[in-house]
């Protein structure tokens, strides 16, 4: 069956095949990891894990890899200001090497509690910092640059396409500029090596043919997708808000010195909307998974709820719309668990709803619809068999790990029910202290939990 995709650089639904035989290469833009992650950020490493997880139901073998930003990315987009991993530091009191590793290892476990598929490759900007000067060598060998005196920058007058994919008005830029530039030759151009300032030392610096210094925010992914997908490669993801500077950016560079637009297909997650206005860090309002946990709610309700909204529609979160997830994921996990106890574990697939879901899925990860076909085979005349090989195969897309769960005996009183659950809670959010507290505070009051394969148990004490 044939997937489609809705590609940004050609604005319409195309048909998907890949480049390799071997392998799908899919690049997402990682996190900036100068604070905490929002569910914001979040929804957008759902979609490119629903997409991950659509293509490999379809056969595909998939070459996945996240950066992690650590260096570089400054608090303006348009190379003003100072680097957030520094901004970071000031604000905490930490080195920016250790807020650096502090939320990287923060983002990495909402991952897992969002039950995301781990890409075959994270790879730090800080570690590849030779490739980042090759890539900057290589486009000035092309003519592409020029040097002021705070480093070495793109001239994007040389391209006639530049801004292609956020179809940029470039002319009414120039003609509208209201900011000061410095010594920037035209607005739109952008900095691929920065120098150190000579009355200050940063705590993240590196010798450079151009002075001591550190890359530009957008080198980064020009460079680490290049060695790990090669210079062409099939699908490249982010936020919406990347179309306009972040990826324009990438495409110049790539274009600049491989000649390709780096990627096949450029593909966008949209915002979530809280109230009226998109969710930021910079706004300092923002919602961490760690926020949803600590209100009593399952990080998988969350990942329901996100496959509520296409991901090219802006999704309004709201406490009563996660609530309604959360009533859903405890009905259909119950579901599944009366269906794997009928005993038969032998079903065969239902080829009616497995090509439905299939259909959905491959029309630009239709999720909503996708879900709805899911609710529709519950309510067949489909045996139970059928009906929980049937879930298994769309569990596969939707990650609820359905496989894994097992509820707990309806003869366990209220009381030690609730603190299983916030045990559970507490280890989705790697809280160990916390849920080893919880087991003890269950054992007390006479019961034991255990974790297994096939979920959590509890049973009266012996």
């Not at 348009?78 to 990287?104: F, N």
């Not at 106890?341 to 909503?368: A, C, R, T, W, Y």
């Amino acid at each position: 069956m044939d997937i489609f995709l809705y590609d940004n650089w050609e604005r319409q639904l195309r048909p998907f095949s890949p480049i390799r035989q071997e392998w799908v290469g899919l690049y997402c833009c990682g996190p900036t990891v100068y604070d905490y992650a929002h569910i914001g950020n979040l929804r957008t490493y759902l979609f490119e894990d629903l997409l991950r997880r659509t293509l490999e139901l379809n056969g595909h073998q998939v070459r996945h890899v996240i950066n992690i930003t650590d260096v570089g990315h400054l608090v303006s987009d348009a190379d003003e200001g100072e680097d957030k991993m520094e901004a970071g530091s000031r604000r905490t009191g930490e080195s920016a090497w250790d807020i650096a590793e502090k939320y990287t290892l923060a983002f990495k476990q909402d991952f897992d509690s969002l039950n995301m598929l781990k890409p075959q490759i994270w790879c730090k900007a800080t570690e590849h910092i030779a490739e980042q000067i090759a890539f900057i060598a290589c486009i000035e060998s092309k003519g592409f640059t020029y040097i002021t005196s705070d480093g070495v920058y793109f001239d994007t007058s040389k391209q006639d396409d530049y801004g292609y994919l956020a179809r940029l008005n470039r002319e009414g830029i120039e003609a509208g500029k209201r900011v000061e530039i410095g010594e920037k030759l035209h607005p739109t151009d952008f900095a691929l090596w920065k120098l150190s300032p000579e009355d200050s030392q940063r705590q993240m610096e590196w010798d450079s043919p151009w002075g001591r210094g550190f890359p530009g925010w957008h080198i980064e992914c020009s460079a680490m997708s290049a060695k790990y997908l090669e210079p062409w490669f099939d699908i490249h993801c982010g936020g919406e808000d990347h179309m306009a500077i972040h990826h324009s950016n990438e495409i110049a560079q790539n274009q600049a010195c491989h000649g390709t637009r780096l990627a096949n297909f450029w593909m966008h997650g949209y915002f979530l909307q809280i109230d009226a206005g998109k969710m930021s860090k910079s706004s300092g309002d923002f919602l961490r998974l760690q926020t949803l946990i600590e209100q009593g709610f399952d990080p998988l309700a969350y990942r329901l709820l996100c496959m509520s909204a296409h991901y090219r529609s802006q999704l309004t979160f709201s406490w009563d719309a996660l609530k309604s997830a959360q009533t859903a994921l405890a009905r259909l996990r119950e579901t599944y668990l009366r269906l794997k106890d009928s005993g038969m574990d032998d079903g065969v697939i239902s080829e009616e709803f497995s090509d439905k879901f299939l259909s959905e899925v491959n029309q630009d990860l239709n999720l909503p619809k996708a879900v709805a076909v899911m609710w529709e085979m519950l309510k067949s005349e489909l045996s139970d068999a059928g009906k929980k090989a049937t879930l298994d195969y769309f569990d596969r897309v939707l990650g609820l790990n359905l496989a894994q769960w097992v509820a707990i005996k309806s003869d366990i009183p209220e009381e030690i029910l609730q603190l299983v659950e916030q045990r559970r809670l507490s280890r989705a959010s790697k809280d160990w202290a916390g849920s080893d507290r919880l087991r003890n505070e269950i054992k007390a009051l006479g019961y034991e939990v255990e974790d297994t394969a096939d979920g959590i148990k509890v049973k009266p004490a012996a």
